[in-house]
């Protein structure tokens, strides 16, 4: 016999408390379910922490027909068909993406219907290759957009007129948002919410959902760390200390990060470490620690209003005016643009309307 979990919460229709703000999946068969699941519990903790207010949102999850699709991990999920659904009545269109998105075509009913319905929400928002579907849905001519950066070169291919970027984790064109793959997802929806109900819930969400950093949608879906890591540890002939090393350096920013030093850390002779570095990194070893060094104090200038300077001696950069050198020489410009753009100033909370 074939389970078929319901691991998602039902639908609220019915419920006493008045939700001010309706969002709808729209799902299929084969779509991922941490596209799903992850979104939905974030919108999900944001009630708990609106209900004194009667604040709030009201989860729905469609599909073509209804009834219950299959995600590609074999989850079912239960689903209420789009035809019983007013789009007038939403607020916020979600589309999740999954195995199949990019061969459903502009004549699909599903297609059809998203199209339609995007001209009634206040906002269609796409998760992973979910944006294939809004590209169909002729939606995102002329929009800048993101999705799963393996699935960037055949969007740009079969619809040009959509502005493809590799590197965001969201991005916001008018009232269309779209994300990355799988857990961007999470950072789209606590956006979402920093949109409507402030910064203050969303960070209260994304503490309780043990989120390691509320990301903005300009940052990177690549983390030099995680990139460094895979590389260091799993490219063929690779010495599996070298792995550690990533970690080590971000343990210790600050101090002389030698090649000497770095090769103590792994234990290995100077000599040794020089030639297995250079086997499996295209880069220098100094080259590597710098990448580490702006990478955590790009994370500090967007999540913190710590002072520059005391950041660029955390961070390993000796004084201010190197770091801004580096950051001028990787990025094309200062900190202080940075911080401009993407800081916590940057991200202005929005205070609840009354209900």
Known sequence: ??????????????????????????????????????????????????????????????????????????????????????????????????????????????????????????????????AFLLAAAGLLNGRRVATHWCEVDVLKSMYPQVAVE??????????????????????????????????????????????????????????????AQTRLGLSPGADTRLSRLPAWIMDNLSADLSVERLADAVGMSPRTFARRFSQVHAGTPARFVEDLRLEAARRQLEETDMPIKRLASLCGFGDEERMRRAFIRRFGVPPIAIRDRFGIDARKPTIPASA
């Open 166 to 227: 590799l590197d965001p984790i969201y991005l916001r064109d008018g009232t269309i948002w779209t994300s990355a793959g799988m857990t961007a997802g999470i950072d789209l929806a606590l956006a979402l919410i920093e949109e409507d109900y402030g910064r203050q819930i969303s960070l209260s969400v994304a503490r309780e959902l043990v989120v390691f950093l509320h990301r903005p949608g300009g940052q990177a879906q690549f983390s030099n760390l995680l990139d």
């Open 1 to 130: 016999m074939t389970l078929t979990p319901h691991f998602l919460p039902q639908p609220l229709r019915g419920r006493e408390v008045a939700l001010s703000r309706t969002i709808a999946f729209v799902l299929f068969d084969q779509a991922l379910g941490l596209n799903l699941s992850g979104p939905a519990e974030v919108f999900s903790l944001a009630n708990r922490h609106l209900a004194a207010s009667q604040l709030g949102y009201e989860l729905l999850f469609l599909s073509e027909t209804g009834g219950l699709v299959r995600s590609s991990s074999g989850l079912a999920l239960d689903t209420d068909p789009l035809t019983a659904i007013e789009s007038t009545s939403l607020d916020t269109l979600i589309v999740v993406g999954g195995a199949g998105a990019s061969a459903i075509g502009s004549d699909s009913p599903l297609v059809r219907w998203i199209r339609a319905a995007a001209a009634n929400v206040r906002r269609t928002c796409s998760i992973c290759n979910g």
